[in-house]
């Protein structure tokens, strides 16, 4: 049986060997005999009799499924304070990181675009230069290795510890992804080039990945090599690439989440436009109330639910209020946070990976609890606490973070050892899962910096004042648009006048600055860095 594992990542999950394709043989409960990566069709039918004959006609295996190459993850920190995590997930960053090319471990390389995410947020709360040079030695190695001059976008990741030989299919989620962090580093550092970068992975996706008549995007385009061998004046008349039409919620979100970054960046109105047709699509044609979202759009696999489409389309629709202030957007992430709860919520705490009741017929699958996608959860529930003032959430949080305390740096899930083999393998060799969890217990014990604009949304002072804050970079930002009239209560609750012109006030570890009034003191703002333990500006309690 051949399964595609973009469309069946809870089958990929459980079965890879290590890289792609993989082979893997089950008994008859879906448990794992045996497995290994690719097998020439010369040694396939000597490997099956080998399997035939170790391993009778019962279907039992003998030994536990996997225990010929269960990887060994590395060890957990001892508990402590809770910030020693993160304080561990940054130990573990750096002595996996390369000082001569950037990036974690050895090769194949992948872009650590969460681990850079990690290191920027923790420089602009510490300024230690040190993060800072591991964050953009990486994004100067992958954009010099990984970008595609002439076509624009980023190439999945890297043969070569020197980014230099790519393996050249280009993915929606990694443009996404990249194009996120790209922006951030520019937004934070004023690098041109790391703008450039980020708008291009954008145009990439625009250009070659956007279905115009669904106004969703197709799931990546395939390695063409001899394609990218070609002079770039002969790729003009070249065939393309083939292109993967699958389209995917959680990747079409991460894609909706990375044009609002461009919006906020470049002030291109053009992004939200496609912004608004994604998330349309995926709430009208893709979401239940039953079931949450699909995790394929159209066409085969639409019964398949799991947490990661969810996690990310949260995250697009919290990302879209917070660019415009819609309350239609707040209102979706809560309906969404409530379906998650009650669909993969686990009885002991945290959220499983693939969805209870789905009508799914591998109903043998045992569920596990991801790192990763508890995290993204985690943290989408802090920014609901702050926006809505319901504490509740940020104590579901912080339980959900604090399940993962003796696995994180180290293993990327929750469950029976060797279950998950290759997401071990790839949290051992760069670390996905861990800065993301470090991410959001970050964001836990400093807090966020809320950025909370009061005015009407009509008001075009407002909307001046929104779009400038939208270009700050701060560790764990939050923008809230509250209208002094409608939303009264809460604007009082907060302790902000109503009667004034329209205001910014950047708050961190529950104080406040003083008003701003003009995009010209939202720059000083961003300059100055308050929220950083150099920071110079006098705060008064909000």
């Not at 083939?242 to 989440?257: E, H, Q």
């Not at 009082?492 to 995009?519: D, E, K, Q, R, W």
Request: some cysteine; glycine content about 10%.
């Amino acid at each position: 049986m051949r399964v595609d594992v973009d469309q069946r990542p809870d089958l990929s999950h459980r079965y890879n060997q290590g890289g792609f394709p993989s082979v893997a043989v089950l008994d008859h409960q879906g448990e794992l005999i045996t497995g290994r990566i690719y097998t020439p069709p010369e040694e396939m039918v000597q490997f099956l009799e080998q399997v035939s004959s170790r391993y009778p006609e019962t279907g039992e295996a003998d030994g536990h499924p996997g225990d010929e190459a269960t990887p060994v993850p590395a060890a957990a920190p001892s508990a402590g304070e809770p910030g020693s995590e993160v304080t561990s997930v940054l130990q573990r960053m750096e002595e996996m990181y390369d000082a001569t090319y950037g990036g974690f471990g050895y090769e194949p390389k992948q872009p650590p675009w969460d681990g850079v995410g990690l290191l920027l947020a923790r420089y602009g709360h510490t300024r230690d230069r040190n993060l800072l040079r591991m964050a953009t030695t990486t994004l100067d190695g992958i954009q010099a290795g990984l970008y595609d001059q002439n076509d624009e976008g980023f190439f999945r990741y890297s043969v070569s510890r020197d980014w230099k030989v790519p393996h050249y299919e280009k993915m929606l989620c990694t443009n996404a992804s990249l194009a996120v962090t790209y922006l951030d580093a520019y937004q934070l550092t004023g690098r041109k080039a790391y703008r450039q970068a980020g708008l291009g992975a954008l145009k990439y996706m625009q250009d070659i990945l956007f279905d115009q008549p669904t106004g969703l995007f197709y799931a990546s385009q395939d390695a063409g090599e001899a394609y990218y061998a070609l002079p770039w004046g002969h790729r003009k008349t070249a065939e393309k690439p083939r292109i993967d039409r699958t389209f995917y919620a959680g990747w079409n979100a991460l894609a909706a989440s990375s044009l609002i970054k461009g919006f906020g960046t470049s002030g291109d109105s053009s992004y939200l436009q496609v912004v608004k047709g994604v998330l349309d699509h995926l709430w009208q044609q893709g979401w239940s109330k039953e079931g949450g979202f699909s995790h394929v759009l159209e066409g085969p696999g639409q019964q398949f639910r799991y947490l990661s489409d969810q996690v990310h389309a949260l995250g697009a629709f919290l990302c879209l209020y917070e660019s415009t202030g819609n309350p239609g957007a707040l209102e979706t992430s809560l309906q969404v946070v409530d379906c998650i709860q009650r669909l993969f919520g686990a009885s002991d705490g945290g959220y499983l990976d693939v969805c209870d009741v789905s009508p799914n017929p591998d109903a043998m699958l045992r569920p596990v609890k991801p790192v990763l996608e508890n995290s993204l959860m985690a943290e989408a529930l802090i920014r609901l606490s702050h926006l809505t003032g319901q504490e509740d959430l940020e104590q579901q949080a912080r339980d959900t973070l604090m399940l993962f305390r003796d696995v994180a740096p180290g293993s990327s899930y929750k469950g029976p050892p060797g279950f998950r083999r290759m997401e071990e393998d790839e949290e051992r060799l760069y670390l996905p899962a861990a800065p993301v969890w470090a991410m959001a217990w970050d964001m836990l014990e400093h807090g966020p910096v809320d950025l909370v604009l009061v005015g009407a949304a009509a008001d075009r002072r407002t909307q001046r004042l929104l779009r400038s804050a939208l270009r700050v970079f701060a560790p764990h930002r939050i923008i809230q648009v509250l209208d002094p009239q409608e939303d009264e209560v809460r604007v009082s609750a907060l302790g902000f006048p109503v009667n004034t012109p329209p205001s910014l006030y950047a708050c961190m570890s529950g104080m406040c600055l003083s008003p701003i009034h003009t995009p010209a003191q939202v720059r000083s703002l961003a300059s100055e860095q308050p929220w950083s333990q150099s920071g110079r500006f006098t705060i008064r309690l909000g």
